[in-house]
């Protein structure tokens, strides 16, 4: 007799399925990081004379909103993403900036680190659990159905 035993809980998802909402934000992260951030976090060049990259922070809003945009559509496709998805994209998002901020040539101290705990990963968990708060909400108004 072939199968699983009866009254065995059955697998519901293969591996390939339970990584496809994971692999698409650190995918979602790395393109926006690419796309809305400068490469070179530094405020000085390679002389010491300062330079003008633009309001970085800026850029982070909107990789933030983006990435909650993005969760907002994964979570609603496949709910079971609700804590992968958001924690994943979180993840890469520090990783990055962490990253990119500590290779910056600075004046004085390079603090990247408060940078990181101020204002990335807050903003990252804004964003990436308020899209899956947002998926939550338009799944109750749609009646709670999937198709």
Known sequence: M???ARGAPSPDRSTAAKLWAPCIMVLVTV???L???PWDWSTV?????RT???DV???LFFLAVLIGLVIAIVVRRYPASILTAPL???AALSVLYSWRASQARVIGSN???FGLIGVVIPLGLLGAFGGAFLAIRSNRRAGGRDE
């Open 2 to 4: 072939s199968g699983p």
């Open 31 to 33: 393109v926006g990081w």
């Open 35 to 37: 796309l809305l951030l």
């Open 45 to 49: 060049d390679a002389n010491g004379r």
């Open 52 to 54: 003008d990259r633009g």
């Open 57 to 59: 922070w800026s850029g």
């Open 88 to 90: 994943t994209a979180v």
């Open 111 to 113: 603090a990247w680190v």
